[in-house]
């Protein structure tokens, strides 16, 4: 699901270009092989669509409450119709939680627990380095503008083709002394439905439940979305989003945790209610349960690609 200003972007875009939306600098490309747009606040990827790929949704656009704009299908990345104006970070596609997740500060940076939700990375302006692209694809390297940490340095690698989207957040520690980090992919997938979606892949995984005062339990069978929740898996498994009308498999890397996350009907201001029913966040992390350690020298990749499946 797609704001009809970022959709009217990318339809007058041909091959690769920047512009303006939503008061960030974003880039664009509408290639054979699919479309990509990826904000520079927070290198956040904002829409992926292969080519040919049908959309998750209604098939009519979404209105945005009171605002002009509207919710429009396609890609398999969901976007709030109503971001917030800068320096706020915009709700959906893939932000890039570092060097923590949620409010768990555990970089060096912060050890009196000060600092942003989710770390500094997905504020903070990124530049472009470089652009690879062939026939079948695009690779996007991106560094933050500014330092971020005394001690890491973050950089991220963005892969489309007309198969799949791969997006790796890679952390190099060039200090002297270890550092502990957490951090995320937070990836918000478009679906028909959030309250009628099933994820796989997660049976019989040990999990924290963040609304029940992180009590840890066992899933029972396959999960059945059907209201709020906020829960991390302790797993390394992949997984499939199966919303009715495609299943999404969501494959990670460097990572023991998968977050699973929709607010219900306790939705965050920057979300109208028709639009909120049409995500749920399935992440990448390193969390409270898989921290990383990181030694002089060391590198971390976290990473999540996103694949379409036709198994049952």
């Known amino acids: 699901m797609i704001p009809a200003s970022l959709r009217a972007l990318l339809d007058a875009t041909h091959g690769q270009r920047r512009a303006d939306w939503a008061g960030r600098e974003v880039w664009l490309a509408r290639e054979p092989w699919g479309e990509l747009a990826v904000s520079l606040q927070g290198a956040q990827v904002l829409h992926y669509q292969p080519a040919g790929a049908a959309p998750s949704g209604p098939a009519a656009p979404l209105p945005a409450g009171d605002a002009e704009e509207t919710l429009v299908p396609g890609g398999w990345l969901w976007i709030t119709p109503t971001p917030q104006a800068l320096p706020g970070a915009i ?3 893939i932000p890039l939680c570092w060097p923590w997740f949620a409010d768990e500060r555990t970089a060096d ?3 009196d627990r000060s600092g942003p939700m989710h770390g500094p990375a997905r504020k903070a302006e990124w530049g472009l380095e470089a652009v690879d692209e062939h026939e079948e694809g695009v690779e996007l390297h991106l560094s933050p503008v500014e330092r971020l940490h005394t001690q890491l340095v973050p950089r991220a690698v963005i892969q489309a083709n007309a198969q799949r989207l791969h997006v790796e957040l890679i952390t190099e520690h060039v200090g002297e002394t270890p550092v502990k980090i957490t951090g995320a992919l937070h990836s918000y997938l478009a679906v028909a439905e ?4 099933r994820v ?3 049976a019989g995984a040990r999990y924290l439940d963040k609304l029940a005062d992180f ?3 066992e899933q029972q069978g396959e999960l059945g ?3 709020g929740l906020d829960r991390i898996y302790h797993s390394n498994a992949e997984l499939v989003l ?11 890397q460097g990572s023991d945790s998968a977050v699973i996350w929709h607010p219900g009907d306790a939705l965050p201001a920057d979300t109208p209610a028709e639009a909120g029913r049409r995500f749920l966040c399935i992440e990448s992390a390193n969390t409270r349960l898989d921290p990383v350690w990181l030694v002089p020298g060391a590198q971390h990749l976290l990473g999540t690609t996103l694949s379409l499946t036709s198994e049952p």
């Open 91 to 93: 709700r959906g596609g």
């Open 109 to 111: 940076e912060s050890p």
């Open 194 to 197: 959030a309250h009628a979606c």
């Open 200 to 202: 796989e892949g997660l």
């Open 215 to 217: 009590a840890e339990r």
């Open 225 to 227: 979305v059907r209201g």
């Open 242 to 252: 199966d919303d009715g009308r495609r299943r999404l498999r969501v494959a990670r």
